[in-house]
């Protein structure tokens, strides 16, 4: 794996704290006992931020079983996603294709089943196949033996699931529930003459980031300091400027917070404030009580503050966070419920294991919650993958969420067709020399105007700079990576820029050409 070698740069952080660390190198060359098809296991979770994962970052929380795959497999630095919005998003990775080939541009597209996908050729294969959990695709799964399914974004509490087109109810906490499935389906729903192939999709942590009762009350004395760039004033930025993602301006109190007081003596965006309500009716009794003793002292001290200005903004900021990182916490545990059983059941021996987000998300950075953006919060998004008899460490290649496919595909000897877009990485996972040549990947938001008015862009990124394009306004925007992370200096049309310019936009419009995207071509 000579190419990864020369780029690593740093060990990996091992389980809880980090202190144990592994190279990118094999796993002591060990051939598998039994040349048998590989399962796949992919587990993705609905923005999940990189920032959270203590793989990747140990400022928030640790999350020792996901680190568990990183540290018995490869971390991905450089992992992006093609459009940087769920069901788009969910689409790439199921086609290995961009949104505009794939036609599930944007949350109000319906995806066309009909076409094809990697789970109806590894079907195809002998593959058993399943999904369950987060779809949010409009139609109806394809591809699959078994499908279980949320109803569009799902309810956190006591959720109701497509069971192979019957609707079902359940008790309980949609994460828990989601697993308890996954589970089922793995010990008495497939058949186990097959290879398995499950997308095992929670919901969590998407907004409105309700925590499992038995989280309630962790990270309640934990204060979490400001992003740098929290006030960013969007400065040369025109598209951020007029945003509608800011924690301060758009966080709901009583929708996004969980400031539903009994007396209704706050109150929010009535449409939001009505939603907030309903959810929480939609509690059972013991829930319900639960969530009361935490929320009910939560409440009454925002009452009593009074707050205002930027002290508002900080407590906003704080309260997100906290309940964000519970329901992550949550993921986490159940996620060490797979892995355990997949070593209960000897199956981790010859089993892939994916962890990934359909996006990143913001965490404040810039002020924002959300994603959809171009820039590296909401660009970027975990990736974690423990092959069996794999190399273990960080791999610093560009990959791109449309890459699982042709992984998937090629893992299980199967033919790539060549109209999918992705490359396969498998080649990485085994230390191998990855032949894709990758110098820079595409993006492509189309949603707008939406909840968060997002202008529509696209773009091109490289190891160093990123090139992007608001092409209903005409306005570009240029950053040196390297020597600006943040992004709040926008170089576009700088003197000394001149030849970096021309150089992107000519990558940009052989990217546009390659994905057949020639008719958003700016002159």
């Keep these: ?168 109810q359940r008790e309980g906490y949609a994460t828990n529930v989601t697993t308890d499935l996954a589970l089922e389906w793995l010990e008495n729903g497939r058949d186990t003459s097959k290879p398995f192939c499950l997308l095992l999709h929670h919901k969590a942590p998407h907004r409105t980031w309700m925590p499992d009762v038995c989280d309630l009350n962790l990270f309640v004395d934990s204060n979490f300091p400001l992003p740098e760039t929290f006030y960013d004033n969007y400065e040369g930025r025109l598209a951020a400027q007029g945003q509608k993602m800011s924690i301060s301006n758009d966080m709901d109190i009583v929708y996004d917070l969980k400031m539903a007081d009994k007396d209704s003596a706050i109150h929010s965006r009535p449409d939001l404030e009505e939603w907030g309500r309903r959810i929480y009716r939609n509690m059972n009794p013991e829930q319900k009580k639960a969530w009361d003793a935490h929320y009910d002292v939560v409440i009454e001290k925002f009452k009593a503050a009074g707050l205002t200005g930027k002290e508002l903004d900080a407590w906003k900021y704080q309260q997100y966070m906290r309940d964000y990182l519970r329901v992550i916490t949550s993921v986490d545990r159940n996620v060490g419920r797979v892995l355990d059983y997949l070593e209960a059941k000897g199956l981790d021996e010859n089993t892939l294991v994916v962890y990934t987000s359909d996006q990143g998300f913001y965490m404040g950075e810039h002020g924002w919650f959300d994603k959809r953006w171009m820039y590296e919060e909401s660009f970027r998004t975990p990736l974690l993958v423990r092959l069996p008899g794999g190399v273990k460490g960080e791999s610093f290649e560009m990959v791109q969420n449309i890459d699982y496919a042709p992984t998937f595909l090629e893992l299980a000897g199967v033919e790539v067709p060549a109209d999918i877009h992705g490359c396969s990485f498998l080649p990485v996972l085994k230390g191998e020399k990855w032949e894709a040549n990758r110098d820079g990947v595409y993006y492509h938001y189309y949603e707008y105007p939406d909840e968060h008015a997002v202008k529509r862009h696209l773009g091109v990124r490289t190891e160093q700079y990123k090139l992007i394009h608001f092409y209903d306004d005409g306005v570009w925007e240029l950053y040196d990576l390297a020597a600006d992370k943040h992004e709040l200096n926008n170089i576009y049309g700088k003197p000394g820029t001149e030849t970096v310019t021309a150089q992107l936009k000519e990558k940009l419009v052989k990217l546009q050409q390659q994905y057949g995207e020639q008719q958003f071509i700016a002159e």
Excluded at 22 to 33: D, F, I, R, T
Excluded at 83 to 107: E, Q, V, W
Aim: negative net charge; contains cysteine; proline residues 4%.
């Design 1 to 168: 794996m000579e190419n990864i070698l020369d780029k690593t740069k740093k060990l990996l952080g091992i389980s809880l704290a980090g202190a144990a660390v592994l190279p990118l190198v094999a796993s002591c060359g060990e051939a598998q006992k039994e040349q048998k098809p590989m399962n796949i296991l992919f587990i993705m979770c609905d923005d999940h931020s990189y920032q959270t994962i203590s793989a990747y970052d140990t400022t928030f929380i640790r999350t020792p079983n996901i680190d568990r795959i990183a540290a018995d497999g490869v971390r991905f630095t450089n992992s992006f996603v093609a459009n940087s919005i769920s069901g788009p998003s969910r689409a790439c990775m199921l086609t290995g294709k961009h949104s505009y080939t794939n036609g599930f541009t944007d949350n109000s597209s319906s995806f066309d089943g009909g076409q094809q996908t990697f789970p109806k050729l590894l079907q195809n294969q002998g593959y058993e196949t399943a999904v369950i959990g987060k779809w949010h695709l409009t139609s109806e799964p394809t591809g699959f033996n078994h499908w279980d399914i949320l109803i569009g974004q799902g309810d956190y509490y006591n959720p109701t699931f497509i069971r192979n087109g019957e609707k079902v």
